[in-house]
T-cell receptor
C-alpha cells in the first residue's frame, strides 16, 4: 500500500528566508508525486507534480521539488518565502495500479513572520 | 482552466437529517472523488467514481453514500447526519490518461452537524 509522511506538522520561517518542506513516500514502483497548497478556508491548488524524467520539477509561485528515489523523498523548496505563502501544504502519492487514487500526507502548516 | 464547484461553502444541519453535498466539474473528467479533511488527519478518501453510475469505496465510507447520474456531477449523501461527520468536505476530479492522476479540487464545504 502507498503512504506519505510529512514529518513536520508546523513550520515557521521569516519572510525572505528559504524554505524546505519534507515529504517521504512509500510505494513499490516509480510513483506519481504531487504538492498541493491550501489557503485558509479554500480547496487545494496544485503547486507541482512529478511523473517521470527530470527529478527536479518547477512549479507555480516559485516553488520547486526534487524526487530522490534512494531516499523515497520529494521535498518542496522555495529560495525566498513571501508572507502570502503562509498556508497548509500537502504532499500526495499515486501509483500506476491504483485507479487514479492519491494518498495524501497529513499536511504541514507554514507560518511566515515579517 | 478546470473548474470544480461545490453547492455550498457552509452548511449547518441537525443530527439525523439527510444531507446532500453536490459537486460539479466542467472538464469532462471521468474520475471524481469525495474527501473529508480533519485537523491532523489530512485528506481521507470517502468514495470515488470512475464513470457514470460507477463508484468505489474509499478509506472511510461508513455513514456515506454517493450518486453519479451524470458525468459532470457527483453527489455525497449523509443518510443520517451525526456530530462526528462535522468536517470539511472536498470534491476533486481528474481525467484518465497520461498524467491523469492530477486531481483538481473544489473550494470545499464546511459542514457543521448539531
Amino acid at each position: 500500500a502507498q503512504s506519505v509522511t510529512q514529518p513536520d506538522i508546523h513550520i515557521t520561517v521569516s519572510e525572505g528566508a528559504s524554505l524546505e518542506l519534507r515529504c517521504n513516500y512509500s510505494y513499490g514502483a516509480t510513483p506519481y508525486l504531487f504538492w498541493y497548497v491550501q489557503s485558509p478556508g479554500q480547496g487545494l491548488q496544485l503547486l507541482l507534480k512529478y511523473f517521470s524524467g527530470d527529478t527536479l520539477v518547477q512549479g507555480i509561485k516559485g516553488f520547486e521539488a526534487e524526487f530522490k528515489r534512494s531516499q523515497s523523498s520529494f521535498n518542496l523548496r522555495k529560495p525566498s518565502v513571501h508572507w502570502s505563502d503562509a498556508a497548509e501544504y500537502f504532499c500526495a502519492v499515486g501509483g500506476t495500479g491504483t485507479a487514479s487514487k492519491l494518498t495524501f500526507g497529513t499536511g504541514t502548516r507554514l507560518q511566515v513572520t515579517l | 482552466d478546470v473548474k470544480v464547484t461545490q453547492s455550498s461553502r457552509y452548511l449547518v444541519k441537525r443530527t439525523g437529517e439527510k444531507v446532500f453535498l453536490e459537486c460539479v466539474q466542467d472538464m469532462d473528467h471521468e474520475n471524481m472523488f469525495w474527501y473529508r479533511q480533519d485537523p491532523g488527519l489530512g485528506l481521507r478518501l470517502i468514495y470515488f467514481s470512475y464513470d457514470v453510475k460507477m463508484k468505489e469505496k474509499g478509506d472511510i465510507p461508513e455513514g456515506y453514500s454517493v450518486s453519479r447520474e451524470k458525468k459532470e456531477r457527483f453527489s455525497l449523501i449523509l443518510e443520517s447526519a451525526s456530530t462526528n461527520q462535522t468536517s470539511m468536505y472536498l470534491c476533486a476530479s481528474s481525467f484518465v490518461g497520461g498524467g491523469g492522476k492530477t486531481q483538481y479540487f473544489g473550494p470545499g464545504t464546511r459542514l457543521l452537524v448539531l
